[in-house]
T-cell receptor
Framework: DADVTQTPRNRITKTGKRIMLECSQT?????MYWYRQDPGLGLRLIYY???????NKGEISDGYSVSRQAQAKFSLSLESAIPNQTALYFC?????????FGPGTRLTVL | KQEVTQIPAALSVPEGENLVLNCSFT??????LQWFRQDPGKGLTSLLL?????REQTSGRLNASLDKSSGRSTLYIAASQPGDSATYLC??????????FGAGTILRVKS
């Protein structure tokens, strides 16, 4: 079984819709992260959480929100999706200063 | 603000060649540097992690070096194979526990 899982793996939605991307981990790590990847830009940090009660904005948090429901679960929400949020989204955990990534969610906003 | 640059953006080589991928960063105050591999439609696989106090790390045909003072790292792949075709990403970890990524190098190894 994968250590970091993301659901859904692919999603197509329309402008203005609310959408939630979910991340679960079985590694027991406290630290979790959400990134987005756009062609030619590498990965950029959206939000990160060092434990259930500690959530922080990353480089590009506008238009996104997160929820850390438990140590193992970290969800990313787009309250009103817009086309420029079309991207590949990755969840990651961190332990001993090494990060471990999920398989990604490909989101398309029409 | 830390910025990471990877050169070249894309590289195509015949099978069996040795090759070098380059990564540079603007702020030498890093905790570590990590090289990842990304296959199309897949997540990131960690290849090598170099602590800021280290000069290099090796794993099989891969060797990564780090020169923190000059803000550079290289990933050396020996005897390249078609299965090495992927995007290679370099990322530096800041002391705020954030990873800053380069845009990646797309590698194609032709058989």
């Amino acid at each position: 079984d994968a250590d970091v899982t993301q659901t859904p793996r692919n999603r197509i939605t329309k402008t203005g819709k609310r959408i939630m991307l979910e991340c679960s981990q079985t590694k027991g790590h406290d630290r979790m992260y959400w990134y987005r990847q756009d062609p030619g830009l590498g990965l950029r940090l959206i939000y990160y959480s060092f434990d259930v009660k500690d959530i922080n904005k990353g480089e590009i948090s506008d238009g996104y929100s997160v929820s850390r429901q438990a140590q193992a679960k970290f969800s990313l929400s787009l309250e009103s999706a817009i086309p420029n949020q079309t991207a590949l989204y990755f969840c990651a955990t961190s332990f001993n200063n090494e990060q471990f990534f999920g398989p990604g969610t490909r989101l398309t906003v029409l | 603000k830390q910025e990471v640059t990877q050169i070249p953006a894309a590289l195509s080589v015949p099978e069996g060649e040795n090759l070098v991928l380059n990564c540079s960063f603007t702020d030498s105050a890093i905790y570590n540097l990590q090289w990842f591999r990304q296959d199309p439609g897949k997540g990131l696989t960690s290849l090598l992690l170099i602590q800021s106090s280290q000069r290099e790390q090796t794993s099989g045909r891969l060797n990564a070096s780090l020169d923190k003072s000059s803000g550079r790292s290289t990933l050396y792949i020996a005897a390249s194979q078609p299965g090495d075709s992927a995007t290679y990403l370099c990322a530096v970890k800041t002391f705020e526990d954030k990873l800053v990524f380069g845009a990646g190098t797309i590698l194609r190894v032709k058989s």
